[in-house]
């Protein structure tokens, strides 16, 4: 059973064993200040006035605000800095003027600046921001290993933090230990959640929120994890990453005025824990901070602000009115359908400002609730990639549940490939950039993005064709989410397209990375035959197109399965290492195939030797439910 303690922090931590000196910054902004050269000479004095003023008074209790010309909104400066707990004056001195050298090194010009090292922040601007959170960027920070049992240990990590954050919020101090036992993995989670101290409780617990909901969704059973913005961060960790020898001794039993909402129900028990701090014990309170940045060693390498840590994570910008999404497609009218897929309906719309988008209706059976469907869409809206359709936001307003993407203007791969008319304008030049920008994309999705998506239903039909026919991948959103050393999963539903679905995917519902890149093999054939992988209307025999493909392959008549319309010449040899490398990844072996990275490189180079391909599948035509051994058509 879980059990959730959580004490209040009275005593000052020893964060960080090693107090060494300034750190890379975790985090850091800058906007530059655009405005005529006269009043920025006065905010540049204003500013040093500020700088002096937050250095010298800063340093005495650990936090301080300051604002100097609040009646001239062209030079007006306000700037506020806060210091780690467990530092002496002196350190916190060290930090923050660190910080105001740097944050002026980094920001020439600027009109608003933000720094945060392990020891201090230092946040300035020209307008007032004093008691409005700031959560964006996000500086997110996922450790590198997983929990055996994610749904627990996720369980536990929420419980554990959505009690801090009410917590942290709710405390003048704005800050809040705790601990959490998992007792099905064996863990002790250790959580903590702070504010800047000019935020009400409402702010803080919002700023805290949105940390945690990045959190939940991006670090989901990951055992350790941070997100940082300039007002807020949340921190989890399996083990100790604070001195607990410093922890108050064993709690007494909790008061029973307003405890905190427990967010896993029934499931776990919480004990919390209020002590009366004293004002003296509170003022220093006030400074505690960042010592968990003690563990920010581990990344500090990527920390510069540049990569891809910051993230933009905003769940509540991607929010579309469905009055707006009504009028934009003119109230889901016939004549804006643009296609029906396993999951909703799709129609076009354009919104007020002009820009077309395509709003995939979710078919309302799907039962989602609210907050993980925010949670999925603000996952999907950070893979950007040329070659995947993009999503912009969303809509889930009563009964309704809208997808919003960027309008792809030329209709999907099937429209062209199939259809007698318009696969003529597909020359092999188009057909290999399409294939080539599948495999970016798929490799993008297998590796390259922060999440592994497995596509799961990668078909003719979910590739879009943009301008100058890029091809982009859609749908790929349904996918589901994989951990790192995580390499497939069993599922029950099998979901995909006949035809596309590798073997073990039909047979035993195993998905795998390796399923998606047979797919992609189905699709690699299709876009050289201009056939589809099944058609029943097909004079010769057998039925599908992998079996043909292969046939052609052993019987060195290869040209024959290619789409006549294809001028061969000068790209022959092209076109055969396609088809070679389509038939590689329909292998009946899962190992056999290759993973998408190898079939980009096949692509690129022109002096690899390829592996010998073996047998594809053989598909009963009749009744393509009924899978053979790959060995039934070889010799
Ligand atoms: C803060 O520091 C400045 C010196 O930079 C000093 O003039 C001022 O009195 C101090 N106190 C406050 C509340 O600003
Ligand atoms: C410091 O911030 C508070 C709001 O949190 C504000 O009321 C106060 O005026 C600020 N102090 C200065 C000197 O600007
Ligand atoms: C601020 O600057 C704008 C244009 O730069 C000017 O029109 C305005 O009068 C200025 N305001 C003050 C209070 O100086
Ligand atoms: C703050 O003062 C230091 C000198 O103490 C100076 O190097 C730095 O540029 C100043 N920073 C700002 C923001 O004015």
């Known amino acids: ?236 960790e399996v083990g100790e990453f604070f001195d607990t020898s410093l922890l108050p001794p064993f709690p007494p039993p909790p008061p029973t005025s307003s405890p905190p909402p427990n967010p896993t129900g029934g499931k776990s028990s919480m004990i919390v824990v209020k002590i009366v701090v004293p004002v003296a014990v509170g003022l220093v309170l006030l400074s505690a901070f960042f010592g968990y940045l003690s563990w920010r060693k581990l990344t500090n390498k990527g920390s510069n602000n540049s990569g891809n840590n910051n993230i933009e994570s905003e769940k509540y910008s991607l929010q579309f009115a469905l009055r707006t999404i009504r009028s934009a497609t003119r109230d889901f009218a016939d004549a804006n359908k643009l296609g029906k897929g396993g999951f909703g309906v799709v129609y076009k719309g354009v919104l007020p400002n002009g820009q077309k988008v395509a709003v995939k209706r979710l078919s309302q059976s799907s039962g989602q609730g609210s907050e993980e469907f925010k949670n999925e869409v603000m996952l999907l809206h950070k893979l950007q990639h040329r070659n995947l359709v993009k999503l912009l936001g969303f809509c889930f307003e009563g009964q309704e549940k809208l997808l919003i993407y960027e309008f792809v203007p030329n209709g999907s791969l099937d429209k062209y490939l199939f259809d007698p008319t318009n696969k003529a304008c597909l020359d092999w030049e188009r057909r290999y950039n399409i294939i080539k920008g599948i495999a970016r994309g798929m490799l993008y999705l297998h590796e390259e993005s922060r999440l592994r998506i497995i596509h799961r239903d990668l078909k003719a039909s979910n590739i879009l064709l943009g301008d100058g026919m890029n091809s982009q991948i859609s749908d790929f959103g349904m996918a589901r989410l994989f951990g790192v050393d995580q390499t497939h999963q069993e599922t029950k539903k099998v979901a995909g397209t006949f035809g596309y679905m590798a073997p073990e995917y039909v047979v035993n519902g195993m998905i795998s990375m390796k399923s998606d890149v047979y797919s992609f093999g189905v699709l690699v054939l299709e876009i050289l035959s201009g056939q589809q992988i099944i058609n029943e209307n097909r004079e010769d025999s057998p039925k599908v197109l992998t079996s043909i493909a292969w046939e052609h392959w052993r019987e060195g008549t290869a040209s024959q399965f290619l789409d006549p319309c294809l001028s061969t010449g000068s790209s022959d040899e092209v076109i055969m290492k396609c088809l070679h490398i389509g038939l590689l990844c329909i292998q009946m072996n899962v190992e056999d195939r290759p993973t998408m990275a190898s079939v980009m490189l096949m692509l690129d180079s022109d002096s690899l030797t390829l592996a010998i391909p073996s047998p594809p599948p053989f598909w009963e035509s009749e009744n393509l439910s009924v899978v053979r051994s790959g060995s039934a058509t070889s010799n």
């Open 1 to 236: 059973m879980f059990l959730l303690m959580i004490f209040t922090y009275v005593v000052l931590l020893q964060f960080s064993k090693t107090t060494t000196a300034q750190q890379n910054p975790t985090l850091n902004y800058c906007t530059n200040y655009a405005s005529s050269s006269t009043s920025y000479l006065q905010f540049q004095t204003n500013l040093n006035l500020l700088n002096s003023s937050l250095v010298s008074n800063g340093s005495v209790n650990g936090f301080f605000n300051a604002s100097f010309d609040v009646r001239n909104p062209n030079s007006s400066v306000y700037g506020l800095v806060q210091c780690k707990g467990g530092i002496s004056m002196g350190e916190c001195r060290t930090c923050l003027q660190t910080a105001g050298e740097n944050i002026i090194k980094q920001c020439a010009n600027g009109k608003s600046a933000f720094i945060r090292y392990e020891n201090c922040l230092f946040r300035y601007a020209g307008d007032n921001f004093f008691s409005q959170a700031k959560t964006s960027p996000i500086n997110l920070m996922p450790g590198v290993d997983d929990a055996s049992n994610v749904d627990v240990f996720s369980k536990n990590v929420e419980g554990l933090m959505n009690g801090l954050t009410a917590n942290a919020a709710s405390s003048a101090s704005k800050f809040q230990f705790g601990l959490a036992n998992d007792d099905t993995n064996s863990l002790d989670i250790y959580g903590l959640a702070q504010c800047t101290r000019d935020l009400s409780e409402k702010d803080c617990l919002s700023c805290l929120r949105r940390m945690t909901d990045t959190v939940y969704v991006s670090c989901r059973g990951k055992k350790g994890c941070q997100a940082i913005c300039a007002s807020c961060v949340v921190r989890y």
